[in-house]
């Protein structure tokens, strides 16, 4: 089993950055493609970024390309994603999600396991 745990969202201002964070615990072996999604008030599941095992190969979708920034630390098995300018519109529980591979995840938008979320909130 594996258990994703998001952290690092909050309350912030029109403008400002925040880093989230997605800590993957539990079963060792193979690394796993993670990816981040969203949930807004009233809308459907996003998918924004993901990154590959190795951290060499990331994708984001058009919407927030140059605004969020996805990483992967493998050394202690965390992933990040960096929220830039933020608007109020981005406000949503941003999620991680991780399956086996990043194309995978990328043309289906699902993944195999996922966090319970990290709620950010950007005030006007």
């Known amino acids: 089993q594996v258990s994703l745990t998001e952290s690092g969202g909050g309350l912030v201002q029109a403008g400002d950055s925040l880093r989230l964070s997605c800590l993957q615990s539990?079963?060792?072996?193979?690394?796993?493609?993670i990816a981040w999604f969203r949930r807004r008030p009233g809308k459907g599941r996003e998918f924004l970024a993901g990154v590959d095992r190795d951290g060499k190969t990331s994708f984001h979708v058009e919407s927030v390309r140059g605004r969020f920034t996805v990483s992967r630390d493998n050394a202690s098995n965390t992933v990040y994603l960096r929220l830039d300018s933020l608007k109020p519109e981005d406000t949503a529980i941003y999620y991680c999600a991780a399956g086996v591979q990043l194309r995978s995840i990328v043309m289906t938008r699902q993944a195999d396991y996922w966090g319970q979320g990290t709620q950010v909130t950007v005030s006007s």
């Open positions: 539990g079963r060792a072996g193979p690394r796993y493609a």
